[in-house]
């Protein structure tokens, strides 16, 4: 079946510095791909997504390319702030019978920021 | 506009009763999921629901378990004779047909003692 898999955490970083968050992933056909967060006592929010090959998403100086010759799809961000504090995760849809899509989650990365 | 509401945030049961958690999705959203995320962990797919109909429960741990959306809104996750096991975050997610970004509620932490 799918599966994501991710670095473990927790990761801390001081202000400023370059995060890479790495995601790799098993699915069959061509799933989309997508970053959440989960900001301290907020629900997941999508933060970025890629639906093909070699597409790039970016939100808010984070940026994941959909690598599919490594079925990868890892996180960067040049200059983390301590706003960014939250926990990653990696995730992909996969469209089943009947038009909808079930995601599959990996198991999140914490990230703090130190100032 | 409201986002994705649930309630209770926080449900204490002790081992063995019924509970039922209530999701709010946005309006409109025809599709509607419901995840479990235990501690420590990623979000589980639990169920789908298009509008009324239940499409898949093939993530449903047990038959302890149930779901519906009797109206095509309002969903109600129910667990019967509750376990420690069950313990967990359990997460609505609505989204529109067609579209793969699910907008996720806060959760009800849900602990059996």
């Known amino acids: 079946g799918d599966s994501v898999t991710q670095m473990e955490g927790p990761v801390t970083l001081s202000e400023e510095a370059f995060l890479t968050i790495n995601c790799t992933y098993t699915?069959?056909?061509?799933?989309?791909l997508f970053w959440y967060v989960q900001y301290p006592g907020e629900g997941l929010q999508l933060l970025l997504k890629?639906?093909?090959?070699?597409d790039k998403g970016s939100n808010k100086g984070f940026e994941a390319t959909y690598r599919k010759e490594t079925t990868s799809f890892h996180l960067e961000k040049g200059s983390v702030q301590v706003s960014d504090s939250a926990v990653y995760f990696c995730?992909?849809?996969?469209?089943?019978?009947?038009?909808?899509?079930?995601?599959?989650f990996g198991i999140g990365t914490k990230l703090q920021v130190i100032p | 506009g409201a986002g994705v509401s649930q309630s209770p945030r926080y449900k204490v049961a002790k081992r063995g009763q019924d509970v039922a958690l209530r999701c709010d999705p946005i309006?409109?959203?025809?599709?509607l999921f419901w995840y479990q995320q235990a501690l420590g962990q990623g979000p589980e797919f639990l169920t789908y629901?298009?509008?009324?109909?239940?499409?898949?429960k093939s993530g449903l741990p047990s038959d302890r378990f149930f779901a519906e959306r009797p109206e095509g809104s309002v969903s109600t996750l129910k667990i019967q004779r509750t376990q420690q096991e069950d313990s967990a975050v359990y997460l609505c997610?609505?989204?529109?047909?067609?579209?793969?970004?699910?907008?996720f509620g806060p959760g009800t932490r849900l602990t059996v003692l």
């Open positions: 995730a992909l849809r996969t469209r089943l019978s009947g038009g909808y899509q079930k995601v599959t």
């Open positions: 629901f298009q509008n009324e109909a239940q499409l898949d």
């Open positions: 309006s409109g959203h025809v599709s």
């Open positions: 997610a609505s989204s529109l047909a067609g579209t793969d970004t699910q907008y």
């Open positions: 699915a069959t056909g061509y799933p989309s």
């Open positions: 890629a639906t093909k090959a070699d």
